[in-house]
């Protein structure tokens, strides 16, 4: 008897601890046009050869097996998917398969008030804009570029062309910005859209991490609470990132603890590279090779077979892993060093998109 799913029914593949196959992060590019120190530090980077980048139809086969699987919420990201030209081109192609019920988009913005209006006429569904400050030298100093201007004016960008649902996303690092997490709120309302402050994270080149720079989310609280006065936790079934929160005027805004109080639990994403290297999670050291047998001319079966059986075979509990570092003091010294970094780009954020 067949043990295909039905028409309309959601496969059911979960990993060793349950958690189920449901969000893909697809980078799209690994190069970026920003130096962020808590990101991409270095001048330079060992890139991926160009010839090993998926093409969009590569990526839209792939991404097709990984919903036939249970996946319906995708994320384009990169490096800075804006510089993979003819992006629109990959989201109407994706957004021919009615099992994506959510594609999403992460930028830093440089690019997207060129580039906005094409993105919406393909039928992207949500933006979201990482904005770390809202003073343009403070960016200049993290990013190593002056292009915060470009940046708001990407933001402004989305909300003129008619996107619903944009998110600005924070990192909140101790001793940089610190200062501005209400400043940031309130452009939030302006723009109409919800910041996510997110804890600076100790993965790939952020070879300058430590404890003391991070701002946890009872510390981000503390701070909104002072200013606005009773904060309120939303009650909602998700499995989204992000713990959000009201504010009394009825803003929301949310909080990514994966460094203080991590997620694993019910992490049901993975990332797909530019060059098709699979992870099972953001702190994974090694991935699964996807390109060479998709370009070797396997089957979809067999394709979808390999995904399957890796998926189940999931125990990665990354960012609980980190943490247990701590009881024996040995988080800050576990941070993958750089010539490690130069020598396997994969292992490096802007590779596998964060």
């Given amino acids: 008897m067949s043990t295909m799913p039905i028409v309309g029914e959601r496969p059911d593949v979960k990993d060793i601890f349950g958690r ?37 139809e590569e990526m839209n086969r792939l991404t097709q097996m990984f919903t036939e699987l249970g996946v319906d919420k ?7 998917p804006l510089l993979r030209k003819d992006l629109a081109t990959l989201m109407r192609l994706l957004l021919q398969n009615s099992r994506i019920q959510d594609l999403a988009l992460t930028t830093n913005g ?3 008030a060129e580039q906005a209006q ?15 400050t809202l003073k343009a030298e403070r960016f200049k100093a993290l990013t190593k570029r002056d292009t915060h201007g470009e940046v708001l004016e990407g933001i402004e960008a989305v909300g003129r062309i008619g996107f619903k649902g944009l998110k ?45 720079k991070v701002l946890s989310r009872a510390m981000i609280l503390d701070a909104l609470g ?12 998700s499995s989204a990132p992000a713990q959000r ?26 990332r797909l590279t530019a060059d098709g290297m699979w992870y099972l999670c953001l702190y994974a050291k090694d991935g699964i090779d996807l390109r060479q047998p998709l ?18 075979g999931r125990k990665d509990r990354g960012a609980e892993e980190r943490k247990a570092l701590e009881r024996v003091g040995m988080r800050e010294e576990r941070l993958i060093e750089i010539e490690r970094l130069r020598r396997d780009p994969h292992l490096e954020m802007h590779a596998r998109g964060g």
Wanted: charged share 25%; hydrophobic share 35%; proline share 4%.
């Fill in 118 to 132: 094409a993105f919406y006429d393909a039928g992207l569904h949500r933006i979201t804009v990482s904005l770390d």
């Fill in 295 to 312: 370009r070797a001319g396997a089957s979809s079966e067999h394709m979808k077979g390999l995904i399957r059986s890796f998926w189940q």
């Fill in 20 to 56: 189920p196959l449901r969000s893909l992060r697809l980078s799209v590019t690994d190069r970026c046009n920003l130096r962020c120190k808590y990101c991409m530090p270095e001048d330079e980077y060992a890139w991926l050869p160009r010839e090993t980048l998926l093409t969009f």
């Fill in 74 to 80: 995708v994320r384009l990201t990169g490096g800075e």
């Fill in 168 to 212: 600005l996303d924070t990192v909140a690092i101790r001793g940089f910005n610190d200062d501005e997490l209400v400043d940031l709120i309130e452009y939030g309302k302006r723009m109409q859209a919800e910041v996510r402050f997110i804890e600076y994270m100790d993965v790939g080149g952020a070879t300058e991490w430590s404890m003391e």
């Fill in 226 to 237: 002072r200013h606005y006065g009773t904060i309120e936790p939303v009650i909602e079934e």
């Fill in 110 to 112: 440089i690019l997207l």
């Fill in 245 to 270: 929160f009201l504010l009394p005027d009825g803003t929301t805004f949310g909080i990514i603890p994966s460094t203080t109080t991590p997620f694993c639990a019910s992490c049901d994403r993975s």
